[in-house]
């Protein structure tokens, strides 16, 4: 099935530094999302990407839509402690009709203050 | 507003057994999804229901899942002769409606913790 490679999978910053993360697949995907989980909770919808070269800021989060509709990219600016938690890019498969999912592995974020 | 609930929050079962998971979806949303996520994983599709109907089950792993909708609205997920492999948290998530391209929003719900011994 598809499949979406995240990376990196841990990452242990500094309070204040930026963040990037990223995702690919060897498949086309027609949207891209980026989640943040906490434990104990369901994923929460951080940036939602739904055309190819597409830049999308959200705060201090931006995010890009790969052109080639098969990566996207995650960063974070000045980190603060709230940031802690794990990130999931998603993608909705470029199939008509098809409103599945389908997530990365996960990038774990800590932070020491 | 109420987001979407689930219960139990936490099941704890036999190998062999069977059980059943609830899903409230956000008031209104026409679209309801379930996803399974393993321990250090990212969440895998299950199922689909717009309204009444599953549209699209190519999820679910063996024919011990089945997940119904009868109201268009509470859905139940239930796994019948329960393995040790099912063990995992099972996410619901639901959005306003569906469009032929663009997907909605999926709200995710805070997921129920399934352990089968």
């Known amino acids: 099935g598809q499949q979406l490679n995240q990376s990196p999978q841990s990452m242990f910053i500094q309070e204040g530094e930026d963040v990037s993360m990223n995702c690919t697949s060897s498949s086309i995907f027609n949207t891209w999302l980026w989640y943040k989980q906490d434990p104990g909770e369901g994923p929460v919808l951080l940036i939602a990407l739904y055309k190819a070269g597409e830049l999308t800021s959200n705060g201090r989060l931006t995010a890009q839509f790969g052109i080639t509709r098969k990566d996207s990219f995650l960063n974070i600016s000045a980190s603060i402690p709230s940031d802690v938690g794990i990130y999931f890019c998603?993608?909705?498969?470029?199939?008509?009709?098809?409103?599945?999912?389908?997530f990365g592995q996960g990038t774990r974020l800590t932070i020491n203050p | 507003g109420a987001g979407v609930s689930q219960t139990p929050s936490n099941k704890v079962t036999e190998k062999g057994k069977y059980v059943e998971l609830r899903c409230d979806p956000i008031?209104?949303?026409?679209?309801l999804y379930w996803y399974r996520q393993s321990l250090g994983q990212g969440p895998e599709f299950l199922i689909y229901?717009?309204?009444?109907?599953?549209?699209?089950d190519s999820g679910l792993p063996n024919d011990r899942f089945f997940a119904v909708r009868p109201e268009g609205s509470v859905s139940t997920l239930k796994i019948q002769r329960t393995e040790r492999g099912d063990s995992a948290v099972y996410l619901c998530?639901?959005?306003?409606?569906?469009?032929?391209?663009?997907?909605?929003?999926?709200?995710f719900g805070p997921g129920t913790r399934l352990t089968v011994l």
């Open positions: 229901f717009q309204g009444t109907g599953a549209a699209d």
């Open positions: 008031s209104g949303h026409t679209a």
């Open positions: 998530a639901s959005s306003p409606r569906t469009s032929g391209v663009r997907t909605d929003t999926q709200y």
């Open positions: 998603a993608g909705q498969p470029y199939i008509q009709g098809a409103q599945k999912l389908v």
